[in-house]
């Protein structure tokens, strides 16, 4: 199982935490500055406070196999 993957909520500052297992898309909608969602199926999305790029980070790092030992 993936750990949680915190962020920050761009309304008020506080972490938010995503399970990165239910995460369908990452993207970029457009605005100055544009802004980061996380979409959980069609029904649920959620913007994040941090870039694209290291949200995209974050998620993959949590998901990857734990470096083998031998």
């Known amino acids: 199982m993936a750990k949680l993957c915190q962020f920050t909520s761009p309304a008020d500052g506080k972490p938010v935490y995503v399970n990165p297992d239910r995460v369908s898309v990452v993207y970029s909608f457009k605005g100055e500055p ?9 029904d649920f999305m959620l913007g994040v406070a941090e870039s694209l790029e290291e949200t995209v980070a974050r998620l993959d790092a949590a998901t990857a196999p734990p470096p083998s030992t031998g």
């Open 34 to 42: 544009p802004d980061t969602i996380i979409a959980f199926g069609k």
